[in-house]
């Protein structure tokens, strides 16, 4: 999957869009793509990552989602999830992981849920 980063505004929060396929292959092929583009520290910020152009999940893209999750977490910092399409969030669902991760329905419900404590 690719990531790209959106236009910065006048808050805190880090906006990406995710395109492509979520899978092991591409995953391994060019390593965790949110420290690519943002560096190691980004966890300790709030992002938002616009998922409505990713195509499909794998199991490889599952335990990515579940480790950024985790990395976020543990630097204080939150990752939230929007725009999910049917097929990716069907996935997550039958695994029932969506109560587990920060997923909104759309940007400014994303942005809400990150600015929450």
Not at 13 to 36: A, F, K
Not at 42 to 53: F, S
Not at 87 to 102: A, F, G, I, N, W
Request: glycine content about 8%; aromatic content about 4%; proline content about 6%.
């Amino acid at each position: 999957m690719e990531l790209k980063l959106l236009p910065l505004e006048q808050d805190t929060l880090l906006r990406l869009q995710g395109v492509g396929e979520l899978s092991w292959l591409h995953l391994s092929d060019t390593g965790d793509p949110l420290e690519n583009l943002l560096g190691p520290q980004c966890y300790g910020r709030k992002v938002l990552l616009n998922m409505e152009q990713v195509q499909t999940i794998d199991t490889g893209g599952v335990c990515w989602l579940l480790r950024l999750d985790k990395r976020f977490r543990s630097a204080a910092g939150k990752l939230v999830l929007y725009r999910m399409p049917p097929l990716v969030r069907d996935v997550l669902e039958v695994l029932h992981l969506t109560p587990l991760l920060c997923i909104a329905e759309d940007e400014p419900s994303a942005r809400a849920l990150a600015s929450a404590g």
